[in-house]
């Protein structure tokens, strides 16, 4: 097809944000370290990539502070972008003093905005609590000098009368840029239009797009919301990333190319950044994204595990998949209760997962699986 049959497709062409640092290391058992920090966001940045996502801080002493940090010295703060998680205004304040430690510019607030995932995390599913609590997070920010991205984490299962009156109140209170979540695959692209159009249509909104894999739209999913006005779209190298995947970045960038014309990106780099991720991910030599993989519905977190029904459109069971633990040193209490439940294997919770914390530390962190906690746990009862 010739360039020119292709202009006009779409109303602007996106700016790419890319999340490998972030979502990709947050997936279960997959930690990278500053060094693969480094490597990944400075070819990301020569690739064209506009910004790089990395860590997530909650409080202080995050555990990702290197990651940040390396990043920073790599490829500078204002290339980088830090994910704030938010539950009420205390907490809140004390990420944002972490993330000013860490000499972060650019912060994007993880709010849950469906019923479902609100009640979970947030303890209430009010919208109004919600975008209370979303105001006084970007208001807190913005007086800091934080330039803000805020999600609608689970926000494509959010109903329009709910989302977009968050949205509206999160612009209305200095937020830069909305990103939709599409944290569980859920929307197809002409869904995702309609969605996306809602929000374009607010006064004065930047949006963009986050998708997931599990369904294989999340590139078809992306260039549709850019096709109703968005602006942004966030990616992950080979697509590496939790509940199936997320948009895979080779994948987007070719289709840009190919389709719409779109020059901008050296995708020289791509190949390299590909087996730079798989192998600080641990990968191997390839990952797959989509519902029938080993890491499909592997996760790391004890509320992914307890509530699955909050990350899951179809069940690991409906496609002959099994859910599994995958963590190596994120590893917390409740993570490891949930390993140990209905073993007879009777420890000390805070005293075992403090002992398995450091011995995996000193083994170089194998990838845990539930049967390998249960393991280490008669080891801690013999030591």
Known sequence: MAESENEGSLPQLPRLSDATLRDSAHMGGVEFGPKDATVISELLVRTGIDLVEVGMVSGPNSKDADLVLATHEAIGPERSMTLVVVRDREQVKKALDEAERLGVRHIMYSIPTSEQHAKLKLGSPSAKFLQVLARSAIEQAKERGFHVTFSG?????????????????????????????????????????????????????????????????????????????????????????????????????????????????????????????????????????????????????????????????????????????????????ALVKWALAGSDIDVDIEAFTAWLVQRQESNGAPVLDQEAVRKAAIDFQAA
């Open 153 to 333: 984490e689970d926000g494509a299962r959010t109903p329009k009368g709910r989302l977009v009156p968050y949205v509206t109140a999160g612009f209305e209170a200095g937020a830069d840029r909305f990103r939709l979540a599409e944290t569980v695959a859920y929307l197809s692209p002409w869904q995702m239009e309609e969605v996306i159009s809602d929000l374009t249509a607010i006064d004065g909104s930047e949006i963009e797009i986050h998708s997931h894999n599990m369904l294989g739209m999340a590139v078809a999913n992306s260039l549709a919301a850019v096709r109703a006005g968005a602006q942004w779209i966030s990616a992950t190298v080979g697509g590496i990333g939790e509940r199936g995947g997320n948009a895979p970045l080779a994948e987007l960038l070719t289709s840009l190319r190919v389709i719409h014309g779109d020059t901008r990106f050296d995708l020289t780099h791509l190949t390299e950044l590909s087996r730079a991720a798989l192998k600080g991910a641990g990968l191997g030599s390839a990952f797959q994204s989509g519902p029938t993989t080993p890491h499909a519905f592997a996760y790391e977190l004890p509320g992914q595990l307890s509530h699955p029904e909050a990350y899951e459109t179809l069940p690991a069971e409906l496609v002959g998949n099994t859910r599994e633990l995958r963590v190596r040193t994120r590893l917390t209490p």
